[in-house]
Nanobody, 122 residues
């Protein structure tokens, strides 16, 4: 089992950067693919970025490509989401999640954090 705790959210202005972190407990962290999702008020939870267990493979939703970077440090049991050039439409609660294999499908992630709020003002 994996427990996940996100941090790093906050209130920023358009064009600013934030780095989200997701700390995992459990010795099997390195066995899981990890993903970042977000959910804005009144909208469904959507995939943002994913990374394989090794860190060698990543994927991004179109709106994140070129602005966001997902990475992981298995020794620290932590996954990161570096977000640059933030825009108001990036405002959402951001969640990290763990899955047995890399995927963008919400339903295939077994473990979720509690989320961290990111608010981008114009």
């Amino acid at each position: 089992q994996v427990q996940l705790v996100e941090s790093g959210g906050g209130l920023v202005q358009a064009g600013d950067s934030l780095r989200l972190s997701c700390a995992a407990s459990g010795r099997t962290f390195s066995s899981y693919a990890m993903g970042w999702f977000r959910q804005a008020p009144g909208k469904e939870r959507e995939f943002v970025a994913g990374i394989s267990w090794s860190g060698r493979n990543t994927e991004y939703t179109d709106s994140a490509k070129g602005r966001f970077t997902i990475s992981r440090d298995n020794a620290k049991r932590t996954v990161y989401l570096q977000m640059n050039s933030l825009a108001p439409e990036d405002t959402a609660v951001y969640y990290c999640a763990a899955a047995l294999s890399q995927t963008h499908e919400v339903g295939r992630y077994a473990y979720w954090g509690q989320g961290t709020q990111v608010t981008v003002s114009s």
